[in-house]
């Protein structure tokens, strides 16, 4: 099934109040839509600003992965003053989405063909790039490995959304078969050795240790200089609605 901007909400039990799938803003949304009255790239432009106050990061240009990426990466240029720049380009009309195909081989080879450096805007720099999401992990690892094999000198990421812990069962969009396919599950059954809702919830608070080494142990696996997540109450500040309004469950299990 095809899912629409319009159509994404999610599912409630009956009495409750529906709530709005907040990556309608974050990744789905086409740009120049608004929904319940809040602009999509605005809100982009917003997220991008709020992660850029809490980070302190050297880079030398801000880029963002085509296409969802781009507007969090002109909000983030804007507030921290580091020049906004397109090091490389999406070729988008013979590859489709990365993240759809379910054999991870067929995700690997379109994440890498897509991309199209612009070698003058690599070499040597110390570049900050910011995707929509991580997911599984595949497309950033490639974009990762790409920048530094064009010549990058750093590769620094801040994903616009906070780390995604539980699998969403109310759309599936990244089509994982499990929730062992995000990229955070894996790295905290590796460092916990289980898993269980306690653990989970230690793990999806920015403000504990658990977190941080989860973030750290994403980083090195996936090659980054860096990584920060968006926050999760930054976000919903940057979307500006009621939070009630909002389902937030694949990043604190909370329906």
């Known amino acids: 099934m095809v899912m629409t901007p319009e159509a994404v909400i999610t599912l409630v039990k009956p009495g409750e109040k529906m709530k709005i799938c907040t990556f309608l803003w974050v990744y789905y949304g086409y740009p120049s839509s608004s929904y319940e009255g809040i602009s999509v790239e605005q809100m982009r432009y917003n997220c991008g600003k709020l992660l850029a106050r809490r980070d302190n990061v050297a880079a030398d240009t801000v880029a963002g992965v085509p296409d969802s990426g781009t507007a969090h990466a002109v909000g983030y240029a804007n507030e921290s003053g580091i020049p906004f720049s397109r090091p490389f380009i999406k070729y988008t009309p013979t ?14 080879q379109i994440a890498k063909m897509k991309l199209i450096p612009v070698h003058d805007l690599i070499k040597g720099r110390r570049l900050l790039l910011i995707d929509d999401s991580i997911v599984r992990g595949t497309q950033l690892r490639e974009t990762t490995e790409f920048l530094y094999r064009s010549g990058a000198r750093e590769v620094h990421i801040r994903p616009a959304c906070p780390p995604l812990i539980y699998g969403c069962k109310f759309l599936n969009f990244s089509r994982s078969t499990s929730d062992m396919d995000l990229i955070t599950r894996r790295i905290i059954q590796r460092l916990e050795g289980r898993q269980n809702e306690e653990i989970l919830q230690e793990y999806a608070n920015p403000d504990t240790d658990k977190y941080h080494d989860m973030v750290e142990a994403i980083g090195r696996e996936m090659n980054f200089s860096s990584l920060r997540y968006h926050r999760l109450d930054d976000m919903i500040q940057s979307v500006g609605i009621n939070p009630d309004s909002l389902c937030t469950y694949c990043w604190n299990g909370k329906e």
Do not use: C, D, L
Not at 95 to 108: A, E, K, L, V, Y
């Open 95 to 108: 590859w489709p989405r990365s993240f759809m195909p379910t054999i991870q081989s067929q995700r690997n």
